[in-house]
Structure formats: C-alpha cells, structure tokens
C-alpha cells in the first residue's frame, strides 16, 4: 500500500495542486465531512478504522467576489481522508497506522475535525496533537472543526467553540460549511498562490 501511495504522489506532483488532509480522533466525522464536501461516497461508519486507505477528491473552492469579477470560477484543490486516531494505540500498530498518514507530510492545510458532541472532545484533541507533534507536522498550518454541532446540546463543547478559533458544522446537515469553505479559502490565500479555473465548473470533482 505504501509503493501504491508513492506511485500517486509522483503522478500528483505533476500538477501540483494545494493538499488539504482531514485529521481527526476516530468517529469525529471526517469521511463524512470529506463526503459533503467533495460530493463523494466513501465509507462512513461508527467503528475504529472504517477508514484505512487514505481517499482523495479534487475540488474547486468557489470563487470570490472580486475573482468572480475577473473571470475566475475558483481555485482548485486536493482533499484527502485520512485514518481515525485514537489514543493507546498498540505498539506493533503504531508503524503501520502511521504509514497511512504519510500523506500529511505533502499537506498545505489540516483540517482537525473533532466530534462536538463528545464529552472527551479535549482529550480527543490532545490525543491528535500528539501523534501530529511526534510526526514532527506541528507546523502544518490547521483549521480546528468542531462538527456534530447539530446535535450539541446545551453547555457541550464549551472548549470548542468560537472562543477556541473553532469553526462550528454540521456534516451530516451541511451547516456552517459555506463558512469552512471560506476559511480554508483564506488560510490558502496565506500559504499558496492561487490556482485559478477559468471558463470551467464552479464545482467538480473526480
């Protein structure tokens, strides 16, 4: 599986486009975020694992006013969806589950998507941090996604909120992701030259 990687990557590196990870404590929602995004079907399910091999889209950011006025339909990207962490996991494991996520060293954006409706979503979140912080990827510019926010009930997720830079979602609904979208749009803005499609859809994938 890690030749296989490999073999994408170098064919990826020929039209480099911006790479944009989903990370994530396990069941956070990330393939189901990936989905709703890219307009996919990858397996989505409640169980350690569900996703093993890492699933990449391309994606066109909508445009913004001022690119929309000069012509442009948006700037495409790469999504990927990556393993679920999860914390004490097993010595003779850790070598493989970490080479699931080599594609994170090619990554100009996280997306740390954490389940908002979890009463250990602080540990979740460490427990993340971690395994990034000893794959030396702390400076991996991040956007922290608190998802689930449909079904957060009163006085949940207090630490995830926006006094915490998060940014609030629902996958499964679609809500808040017109927001999410902007704010990757602009954390590239930051990283990355733009990549603009001119005269093509305003959304696609493949």
Do not use: W
């Given at each position: 599986m890690q030749s296989q990687r490999e073999?994408?990557?170098?064919?990826?590196?020929?039209?480099?486009?911006?790479?944009?990870?989903?990370?994530?404590?396990t069941n956070a929602g990330k393939s189901t975020l990936f989905n709703a995004i890219t307009n996919s079907s990858e397996l989505a399910e409640n169980k350690l694992f569900a996703t093993?091999?890492?699933?990449?889209?391309?994606?066109?950011?909508?445009?913004?006013?001022?690119?929309s006025l000069l012509g442009a339909y948006g700037s495409p990207v790469i999504f990927t969806d990556t393993v679920g962490f999860i914390r004490s996991l097993p010595e003779e494991l850790?070598?493989?589950?970490?080479?699931?996520?080599?594609?994170?060293?090619?990554?100009?954006?996280?997306?740390?998507?954490?389940?908002?409706?979890?009463?250990?979503?602080?540990?979740?979140?460490?427990?993340?941090?971690?395994?990034?912080?000893?794959?030396?990827?702390?400076?991996?510019?991040r956007l922290l996604v608190r998802n689930k926010c449909d079904?957060?009930?009163?006085?949940?997720?207090?630490?995830?909120?926006?006094?915490?830079?998060?940014?609030s979602i629902s996958a499964r609904t679609g809500k808040g992701l017109d927001s999410l979208i902007t704010a990757?749009?602009?954390?590239?803005?930051?990283i990355v030259p733009s990549t603009h499609d001119y005269g093509a859809s305003a959304r696609w994938n493949d």
């Open positions: 073999l994408r990557r170098q064919k990826r590196k020929g039209v480099p486009l911006p790479l944009i990870a989903i990370v994530g404590y093993l091999e890492p699933s990449q889209r391309r994606y066109v950011l909508p445009p913004t006013e001022e690119e850790r070598n493989a589950f970490r080479a699931t996520l080599e594609e994170l060293y090619e990554a100009h954006l996280l997306l740390h998507v954490v389940d908002g409706s979890s009463p250990y979503a602080e540990e979740q979140i460490k427990a993340v941090e971690k395994v990034l912080t000893e794959m030396e990827l702390s400076d991996v510019p079904v957060v009930s009163s006085g949940q997720g207090v630490l995830l909120g926006e006094d915490a830079g998060a940014i990757i749009r602009g954390e590239l803005s930051s």
